[in-house]
């Protein structure tokens, strides 16, 4: 394990003169509790319950004040006994067990209020959930407030968590990453383990009851592992951005897959990017960003390469990177991809109008005006492919088709009469109505669907206007 | 195509008709916050500090023990005689009010937690702003209403962010709001923590925005507060038919041409307004807290959207009055959190006893409408059954017949599959009713008992015939659909009911039971 980290180190000094030892761990701790955070996070995302998240990462507050304040009685009657090298070491096995224990009882807790108030008190379920949490966070608050002297509770480290101090500077592990990574380890091993009965539930809560499977269980246990997973990871990336990590590497993997196994999976990965990208971006980005100031009275005296951000900051900031490239590039959701979409389809059927325009002007040798006002920029770019496809002309000032054109066009205006034809015999639609709908059916007709309606209308020579139908 | 707009043809709902009233209101409440926020008989300028509390982050806790306030100090901070309490106290108030008024609207809308994302996500605008303004006027960067500016545009980003990311993804709402809302915090703690590397970024001032120092509120902060909370009232009032429309039915107010687009992202300013305002005094949690608590409690209240939106601004202002005096009371009580829990107070409250929609009230109305079924299933049971003696019997003294025969309650049972406690139950509250009179040999109806009791079986086989004749039920269905309905018949549906019937059964007040009437059926 260690020597895999200096390996990890070595490959980012490159990058980083000055990255050393606590850089990785850093990394690598980062990286554990985002991967943690991800699994609970993407069923959130899934059972539309992210905000549920945002709330859990608050009340989780109360539950490890009272964890803390019990852990400390039992300490000073002497029920427990304490570490006998360090008796007031805040965090020892016990206070950890503690805290999960309360983190686990208050996510429940959560959960059970918010549907309570919802549904005996008729509130709506995010008014609901936002009256439980802020009440629980100030509850927890208060508590710390009052117990200030025998809780040593910093809300600030609570709330912002300092991955900077996670390791001491000795070859040990630092202890952190073993949280972290034990959370990881019960994260995978749940979803592992009642992964069938997570994912009925999650799509289908109706089904999961009729088989048997309790759902309202699975939601109450999801938001206990969530609570604890939480807790796990405040220490490293802070409270308040846990959700950053439970909900955003989640809802990415969300936006490139349909399955819930690759979406766990990317989660995972892209949480585990995330921290190495923040802690790069916490460490690059503020002396690339002030450069241009360098000279300014406001930075006078203040080394350019010393500033550097909150990593914990810089990995929310990283994953809403990633999520925003996401959202454009995914390969079948992604923004740009349904924008190149519906152009190539707009193409598509701007040239397909227009060649049926020609062959109705050639079939009737009377001059039928192409289009009145401006043309669009498909319709314009329709023109210009068809030309270079050489299916149209362009001579003495007209369009004409060429002979490949006719037999392009051929087929279109035989997707559009049969449609006619079937209308007129299978709906009571008037004659002069049959036109619109199948202007827009013939660009989806192909030919095997246009034999089947050739077949099912016994191969008509004529649509309900009299005007031929055209052979393939 | 585009909308049709709205002509003086379409009939616009009048929702509000006292429209000026809501107007005044705003300035109503300016003229007490003019008056307090003046520096107190002493004449201090700036606040000094007293046993207010200070906020979550405050240090100075070298007096641990908890001690009950004495009378002076609880006279003192009831008449508001510190200036610091008032100012406190004040803008702890306007700021309430201003969020139970327009938080009222995100309840309706379903849009609660957007305050939440809000007040997050302005946070690298104020970042943003401060080093903007620290470039180019060095030393000037913790300009309040620069700040404020920067974290208006950045909450407002937030807000079209999350609307993007829903329209143009598959993202649900939830998820993009939590999206935001984390990831404009982790860019502003990231800011953050540059700021404070700078020589003048010692960012006590701006520490506050996340926590709030609600007990070293200036009277400019509170001004700021009363104004925020003027625009909020003042526009809410402007608007209130359009944003009721917009709460209750969107689609159709964008069929009738209004700008429903526009009206949201007119609320959503408002929300940003009232968030950023309240952020740098009160800090986050009682900011989301007061935009969601106080509108959830006056739900249970009322069903009108005008009584439900004073309502929340009352509930507002009073738990952060409540909130904020006891937080001056006992030293150690941070005022965000109390003012946030006596909000919960006023919360679960309402949720026991709020008229409408409480639990208790509910519980109530559902217990009497028991009884009353209760009781109309016995008078109908005792009709049914004393109707084929009617004929047998004698005319006694008493005007209506009914009344004079006498039965046992052992008949009863044999036709109800109540329980003996059931109907003795039953029988003991009609009698103290005065519906029921028990004599030697069992009971007897009382004349008023026994007019009820015909104006029940009347209901319950008008209904039947009416299923029989205009729903095509058959006979010995329609037993247990009257026996739902009967209870609920008013007079002049009956009457309807009755012309209805009447062409078959003419002349008959009332009409003989359409299917057999067997003891058990």
Same mark, same amino acid.
């Given at each position: 394990m260690l020597a895999a980290t200096d390996i990890f180190t070595a490959s980012f000094t490159w990058l980083i003169d000055d990255w050393g030892k606590l850089d990785t761990w850093i990394v690598i701790t980062g990286a554990l509790a985002a991967m943690a955070c991800a699994i609970p996070g993407s069923f959130l995302v899934l059972r539309r319950q992210s905000m549920m998240g945002d709330a859990l990462t608050h009340t989780v507050l109360p539950g490890i004040v009272a964890a803390f304040l019990l852990s400390h009685y039992l300490k000073t009657t002497g029920w427990i006994s304490t570490d006998p090298a360090d008796p007031h070491k805040a965090f020892d096995a016990t206070s950890y067990t503690f805290m999960f224990g309360g983190a686990l009882l208050t996510g429940v807790l959560t959960a059970i209020l918010t549907e309570w108030v919802s549904r005996r008190g008729g509130v709506e379920n995010s008014a609901a959930l936002g009256v439980v949490y802020t009440s629980m966070f100030a509850v927890g608050l208060l508590t710390i407030r009052l117990a200030a002297d025998s809780v040593h509770i910093d809300p600030d480290c609570v709330l912002y968590g300092n991955l900077e101090s996670v390791w001491g500077g000795s070859d040990q592990v630092p202890r952190a990453a073993w949280v972290s990574g034990g959370c990881l380890v019960f994260n995978i091993a749940m979803a592992g383990c009642f992964f069938k009965e997570l994912r009925i539930s999650t799509f289908d809560p109706a089904l999961a009851t009729t088989l048997g499977i309790n759902a309202t269980l699975i939601d109450y246990a999801l938001m206990g592992v969530t609570a604890a997973t939480a807790v796990a990871a405040f220490e490293s990336v802070g409270n308040i951005l846990v959700i950053a990590m439970l909900i955003v590497p989640a809802a990415t993997a969300h936006l490139l897959t349909d399955r819930l196994w690759v979406m766990l999976l990317l989660a995972a990965i892209i949480a585990a990017s995330t921290a190495a990208i923040g802690h790069v971006m916490a460490l690059s980005l503020p002396p690339v960003l002030m450069a241009p100031f360098a000279e300014q009275p406001l930075l006078s005296g203040v080394p350019i390469d010393s500033l550097d951000a909150s990593t914990s900051g810089m990995m929310a900031a990283a994953a809403g990177g990633l999520f925003v490239a996401a959202l454009f590039l995914a390969p079948r959701h992604g923004v740009l991809v349904r924008i190149g979409h519906r152009f190539r389809l707009s193409i598509r059927i701007s040239a397909e109008d227009l060649l049926g325009t020609l062959y109705r002007q050639d079939e009737t040798s009377r001059d039928i005006p192409l289009q009145t006002g401006r043309r669009t920029f498909a319709q314009r770019y329709a023109t210009w492919r068809l030309r270079r496809q050489r299916l149209i002309l362009h001579s003495s000032g007209q369009l004409e088709l060429t002979a490949a054109g006719r037999h392009a066009a051929r087929k279109l205006i035989r997707a559009h009469r049969l449609w006619e034809s079937y209308m007129a015999r299978h709906f009571d639609v008037p004659a002069d109505h049959l036109h619109e709908t199948a202007h827009k059916v013939e660009h989806y007709l192909d030919p095997e669907l246009r034999d089947q309606l050739a077949h099912e209308l016994d191969?008509?020579?004529?649509d309900p206007h009299g005007r031929e139908i055209p052979d393939d | 195509m585009s909308p049709v707009r709205p002509t003086a043809t379409v009939v616009r709902p009048v929702i509000f008709r006292h429209r000026w009233l809501a107007l005044a209101l705003p300035f109503a409440l300016a003229m007490p916050s003019v008056l307090l926020a003046a520096p107190g008989p002493s004449g201090h300028d700036h606040p000094v500090p007293s046993q207010v509390t200070t906020g979550t982050s405050g240090t100075s806790l070298s007096d641990n023990r908890f001690r009950w306030p004495g009378w002076n100090k609880i006279s003192d901070t009831l008449l508001m005689r510190q200036y610091n309490t008032r100012i406190v106290l004040l803008g702890s108030i306007l700021l309430g009010i201003g969020a139970g008024t327009v938080g009222t609207f995100m309840l309706l809308r379903k849009r609660s937690l957007v305050g939440d994302v809000v007040s997050h996500a302005s946070l690298p605008g104020i970042a943003m702003a401060f080093l903007a303004i620290e470039l180019a006027?060095?030393?000037?960067?913790?300009?309040l209403p620069v700040l404020l500016f920067g974290a208006l545009l950045a909450g407002l980003l937030g807000v079209l962010c999350t609307i993007g990311i829903r329209r143009f993804s598959r993202i649900k709402e939830d998820t993009a709001l939590a999206i935001v809302l984390s990831v404009f915090f982790g860019i502003g703690i990231a800011l953050f923590t540059i700021i404070q590397k700078?020589? &003048?970024?010692?960012?006590a001032g701006l520490q506050q925005f996340i926590y709030g120092q609600t007990a070293s509120m200036t009277s400019a902060d509170v001004g700021l507060i009363g104004l925020a909370s003027i625009l909020v009232i003042a526009v809410s009032a402007a608007l209130f038919k359009e944003f009721g429309l917009l709460c209750f039915d969107e689609e159709f107010g964008r069929s009738h041409g209004w700008p429903t687009t526009w009206l949201d992202l007119v609320l959503m300013a408002l929300v940003v307004c009232i968030a950023i305002t309240g952020l740098q005094s009160v800090g986050m949690l009682l900011v989301v807290a007061m935009l969601i608590i106080p509108p959830a409690a006056a739900?249970?209240? &009322?069903?009108r959207l005008g009584s439900m939106t004073v309502i929340a601004a009352v509930l507002g202002g009073l738990s952060a009055w409540l909130g904020g005096v006891v937080s001056s009371l006992f030293a150690r009580f941070s005022a965000g959190a109390v003012i946030v829990l006596a909000g919960t107070l006023f919360f679960l409250v309402s949720l026991a006893f709020g008229t409408r929609r409480g639990l208790l009230p509910r519980g109530l109305r559902q217990w009497s409408n028991n009884r009353r079924i209760g009781r109309h299933d016995l008078l109908r049971t005792l009709y049914e059954m004393l109707e084929p003696r009617l004929e047998s019997s004698e005319p006694d003294s008493s005007d209506d017949p009914l009344a004079d025969i006498h039965f046992a309650s052992d008949e009863v049972l044999s036709r109800r599959s109540w329980t003996r406690s059931r109907l003795s139950r039953l029988l003991d509250r009609a009698t103290r009713d005065g519906l029921l009179q028990a004599v030697e040999s069992g009971w007897r109806l009382t004349a008023s008992g026994a007019a009820e009791a015909r104006l029940v079986a009347r209901n319950h086989r008008l209904w039947e015939t009416y299923l029989i004749l205009? *729903?095509?039920? *058959?006979p010995n269905h329609v037993d247990r659909d009257a026996d739902l309905i009967e209870h609920v018949l008013e007079p002049d549906l009956v009457s309807q009911l009755l012309e209805t019937v009447s062409a078959r059964y003419p002349q008959m007040q009332m009409p003989p039971s359409p299917h057999p009437l067997e003891p058990g059926t």
């Open positions: 191969t008509p020579d004529t | 006027y060095p030393g000037k960067g913790r300009s700078l020589p &003048t970024g010692q960012v739900r249970f209240w &009322t069903d205009h *729903a095509d039920i *058959a």
